[in-house]
């Protein structure tokens, strides 16, 4: 049985039925999947879940769908949680973990989203799916799609790595180059979804993808021993990691699987694209958007985030921070990382390295910290850009 009641405006409050698609609330905010939390609390343990097969899905009774052949799978999710000793060592730190999602199918945590996301759209009878994306998400929409038979149009910047380009067309993707940034995207795919049945999967305009996300939060739990760390470093474009994690833990607190403080939420962001560092540091509610994005972690090119005022409640409620990193600390924080961890992250990964760096100048974490930094993919579609940067 699910145990999904509704979907909810995280802005108004309105409700909408789950056994309909649904993008936005009509007052324009994202919606948020709300479970019967108490029946859940009676009916599982967290032990039980430690006899499940090791992936996303152990925690279903948490996520939108009820029976197991409506999920659409790949086996994402339970990635590993890899004590970093090597640079703890060099850093002076004491529990120092990198949450390594390079190991989901198509090599990032946007696996995760995407999971949810069709599976849910296959339940609703969607055909046809479009999106507008820096590369790791349409990747992994077209290969969730193609194992669930559905049709996948992705819309990307025109200097988008070949890599994820070549990827969409394998897996039978429609992929259209346009010029400019993601918002660019986002705009031409309107034009082009006009009188077409294509169901928006953009980032935070549908309901699911965060459900996906928010497991990165029940697995640190898990995988901790159910106690949460002290400080999450994540690299942030449209938030729906450091969101879905924050429910993520709200959920966990009420089902009495965790206790005590929550983890300090930390979004790193490059110098060349930082509207949520510019908007924490001003106290704001809401983001502007940045002019000229300019950024090689193409996952964090994002100049105005639809759930902006929900990373930056995240952030402020966690007593967290925003950081911003310039381009070359990414690039030596990538190298860094592979030659102390044997992970080669992505730059997105590089840079929450970076951000603990400055974290650290401005002794805003302890040597005791149980910190985790979370690489949100492989360096290996990124080998191009790396290549004239980094040798």
């Known amino acids: 049985m699910t145990f999904l009641e509704k979907l909810e405006c995280t802005r108004c409050d309105a409700s909408y039925s789950p056994d309909q698609p649904h993008n936005l609330c009509r007052c324009g ?11 859940i609390k009676r009916r599982l343990k967290r032990d039980h879940i430690l006899i499940r097969p090791p992936n996303m899905w152990r925690y279903r009774e948490i996520l939108p769908i009820a029976e197991e052949k409506d999920i659409i799978s790949l086996g994402e999710g339970f990635t590993p949680l890899i004590p970093a000793q090597n640079l703890g060592q060099k850093l002076g730190l004491e529990n120092l973990w990198i949450k390594d999602e390079s190991m989901n199918p198509t090599g990032s945590f946007k696996a995760r989203g995407m999971s949810a996301a069709i599976s849910m759209a296959k339940k609703l009878g969607i055909k046809e799916v479009c999106l507008p994306s820096a590369g790791n998400a349409a990747g992994a929409a077209a290969a969730y799609s193609a194992r669930a038979g559905m049709k996948t149009f992705v819309f990307m910047p025109k200097d988008t790595e070949f890599c994820f380009v070549s990827e969409c067309k394998s897996f039978g993707a429609e992929v259209e180059l346009v010029d400019g940034v993601i918002t660019d995207c986002a705009a031409r795919m309107l034009e082009r979804k006009k009188g077409k049945n294509w169901f928006d999967l953009s980032t935070l305009k549908e ?28 690299p942030t474009g449209g938030g729906t990691g450091i969101i879905g994690m924050w429910k993520a833990f709200d959920e966990m607190e009420r089902l009495g699987w965790v ?13 060349g694209c930082a509207p949520l560092v510019k908007a924490f540091e001003e106290a704001k509610d809401f983001a502007e958007e940045w002019k000229k994005p300019k950024t090689i972690a193409s996952g964090i090119k994002v100049p105005k985030a639809i759930g902006d005022f929900l990373i930056l409640k995240a952030l402020r409620e966690s ?53 985790v930094l979370f690489n949100t993919g492989t360096g290996l579609k990124y080998v191009e850009s790396l290549k004239k940067l980094l040798l």
């Open 29 to 39: 905010a994202p919606l948020f999947a709300r479970y019967r939390l108490q029946e």
């Open 207 to 234: 309901p699911y993808r965060v459900e996906g996300k928010k497991t990165m939060g029940y697995e640190l739990a898990e995988q901790s021993g159910w106690r949460l760390p002290d400080v999450i470093i994540y």
């Open 259 to 271: 206790q005590g403080k929550k983890p300090k939420l930390v979004c790193v962001q490059s110098e």
């Open 319 to 371: 007593h967290g921070a925003a950081i911003a990193v310039s381009e070359q600390e990414i690039l030596n924080s990538v190298r860094e990382i592979a030659q102390a961890e044997g992970i080669f992250p992505c730059p997105e990964g590089g840079a929450a390295l970076a951000g603990l760096r400055k974290l650290i100048e401005e002794n805003q974490v302890r040597r005791d910290d149980k910190i």
